[in-house]
T-cell receptor, first 116, second 114 residues
Framework: DAGVIQSPRHEVTEMGQEVTLRCKPI?????LFWYRQTMMRGLELLIY????????DSGMPEDRFSAKMPNASFSTLKIQPSEPRDSAVYFC??????????????FGQGTRLTVV | GIQVEQSPPDLILQEGANSTLRCNFS?????LQWFHQNPWGQLINLFY???GTKQNGRLSATTVATERYSLLYISSSQTTDSGVYFC????????????????FGAGTRLAVHP
């Protein structure tokens, strides 16, 4: 398996524009996580899907952020409109939920977002 | 929710030295992982270790779930070991409704000098 694949790797956009980040989880995994990493706040969990259903979105900062998982092999994180404070590295991770717990999670290479 | 604390926050070593990184967590857990974030930002899996001890080359890890801590040992450190080491865990899910979110500590920043 190629691992978790994220695109794009880098994104530079102007304030107010819509940004869409994409993630393809590892085949067979049924849990997907979106994280944001900044110097100030470290690695923050934004949203967690299990079997394509959003289980916990309490980390989504505000209504400008939305995430979808239309099928088991694809997820998007959208920011509309984007603001400079959204600049960060966004990671996607996937794992297999085996009964009561998620097993080992694997991360994509991240998308470095810069909003100017 | 569960709290994850890592220590020390920063560590500077001379090449060849040994070190121990610690991860404390506030509640019972059913998953614990150690990651290395290299200078290029990649998060690399080191260990999946809910309990017990594992070894991989110069690295080893021990988790004592009943005492709510995990340790990462680095022996004979090399400059390529530099970066940030994270532990991450998920709670056992009972009070969180079985959500099993993976929560990260703040990391230990390691610099190994030649």
């Amino acid at each position: 398996d190629a691992g978790v694949i994220q695109s794009p790797r880098h994104e530079v956009t102007e304030m107010g524009q819509e940004v869409t980040l994409r993630c393809k989880p590892i085949s067979g995994h049924n849990s997907l996580f979106w994280y944001r990493q900044t110097m100030m706040r470290g690695l923050e969990l934004l949203i967690y899907f299990n079997n394509n259903v959003p289980i916990d979105d309490s980390g989504m900062p505000e209504d400008r952020f939305s995430a979808k998982m239309p099928n088991a092999s694809f997820s998007t994180l959208k920011i509309q409109p984007s603001e400079p404070r959204d600049s960060a590295v966004y990671f996607c991770a996937s794992s297999l939920k085996d009964g009561i717990r998620n097993t080992e999670a694997f991360f994509g290479q991240g998308t470095r977002l810069t909003v100017v | 929710g569960i709290q994850v604390e890592q220590s020390p926050p920063d560590l500077i070593l001379q090449e060849g030295a040994n070190s121990t990184l610690r991860c404390n967590f506030s509640d019972s857990v059913n998953n614990l992982q150690w990651f290395h974030q290299n200078p290029w930002g990649q998060l690399i899996n080191l260990f999946y270790i809910p309990s017990g001890t594992k070894q991989n080359g110069r690295l080893s890890a021990t988790t004592v779930a009943t005492e709510r801590y995990s340790l990462l040992y680095i022996s004979s450190s090399q400059t390529t070991d530099s970066g940030v080491y994270f532990c991450a865990t998920q709670d056992s899910g009972w009070f969180s409704g079985g959500y099993n979110k993976l929560i990260f500590g703040a990391g230990t920043r390691l610099a190994v000098h030649p």
